[in-house]
């Protein structure tokens, strides 16, 4: 296949779905990554499409903006193995946090093995994974229900979290930039992170490699406030040297 042949098939992949990966590409069209890098190059250069780390998105398309039901189908391998990896490190009568999101959802699924676990969580889809399961007890609080997140939010839902004091905080992103933050897309969303960080002893941050160097709307922390990031190997070397200069434990899943 010839290379503006090949360009044009992504172009139309890129319109269709808003999304490419440079796995994906080189699958399907059986050429190298780097050559498909190269073509996202000259696409990008020639402003048909835009740039990420491992792929593309059409120009228009913002990943962050999606609700959960989209997110879901989004780098689905990496979450699977973030949220096993996560979960061996919840200890049985632990009371932990879980914040709203599909990698900290594919997490909760790996829970429910554990033993009389207390977790509180503002998400319906992570109590809806737990709820099945009696030895879990799930404790959710009040607030405004965002149809994007499936969250409550709220001051109703913040002054619920102020309540507790727990021994671990997992929390999902929307973005982690080393310069800005973590960041999410809602300014509620973000207060309420921010809250259930600080009634935490540790902040474990599951995020996939595609958050890396992206910035959503509003900061939650800053980088240097997380103890461990669980993330994928794809991971920006950028990410791993400051990680190690900042005493911040990156695990690999």
Known sequence: MLSTERHSKILELINEYGKVTVEDLSRRFNVSAVTIRNDLEILHRNGLLRRIHGGAVRKDFSPLDLPIYEKQKMHVREKERIGKRAAEL?????????DSGTTTQFFAKHLVEKKNLTVITHALNIAYEL??????????????????????????????????HVQKFFLGVDGFDIQFGLTTQNVQEAKLNHLMAQNAEEVIVLCDSSKFEHRGFVKILDPTEVHRIITDSNVPEEIRLWASKNKIELIIA
């Open 131 to 164: 709820a099945p399961y009696p030895q879990i007890e799930v404790i959710m609080p009040g607030g405004v229900l965002r149809s994007n997140s499936y969250s409550l939010v709220g001051t109703q839902a913040e002054e619920f979290i102020k309540l507790f």
């Open 90 to 98: 919840v200890s049985d009568g632990e009371t932990i946090i879980v």
